[in-house]
Nanobody, 130 residues
Framework: QVQLVESGGGLVQPGDSLTLSCTAH????????TAWFRQAPGKEREYVAT????????FTADSVKGRFTTSRDNAKNSVYLRMSSLKPEDTAVYYC???????????????????????WGQGTQVTVSS
């Protein structure tokens, strides 16, 4: 079992960069594949990116590709989401999620399905506004 805690959210201006962190407690983090999701008011939870347990494999949603990247440091039990060129439409609560099993699914549908992740953080608010 693992507990996840996100941090790093805040209010930024369009075009700014921001890095979110997700720190895990309670288990060997490298055994868990991890994903980032976001949810804007009145919208469904949206997949953002995912990373394998080792960090060697990552996938990013088309909606943020080229602007967002995910990485991890298992020595620090942490996963990161680096966001650049932020837009107002990136405003959302960002969640870190994890599932036991270090290898990412070959199915993009599975990787992006929130039901495939058993462990979730509490979320951190990101607001992009001028």
């Amino acid at each position: 079992q693992v507990q996840l805690v996100e941090s790093g959210g805040g209010l930024v201006q369009p075009g700014d960069s921001l890095t979110l962190s997700c720190t895990a407690h309670g288990s060997t983090f490298s055994n868990y594949r991890t994903a980032w999701f976001r949810q804007a008011p009145g919208k469904e939870r949206e997949y953002v990116a995912t990373i394998s347990g080792s960090g060697a494999s990552t996938f990013t949603a088309d909606s943020v590709k080229g602007r967002f990247t995910t990485s991890r440091d298992n020595a620090k039990n942490s996963v990161y989401l680096r966001m650049s060129s932020l837009k107002p439409e990136d405003t959302a609560v960002y969640y870190c999620a994890a599932e036991l099993g270090a290898i990412l699914s070959a199915s993009s549908r599975n990787r992006a399905n929130p039901d495939r992740y058993h462990y979730w953080g509490q979320g951190t608010q990101v607001t992009v506004s001028s």
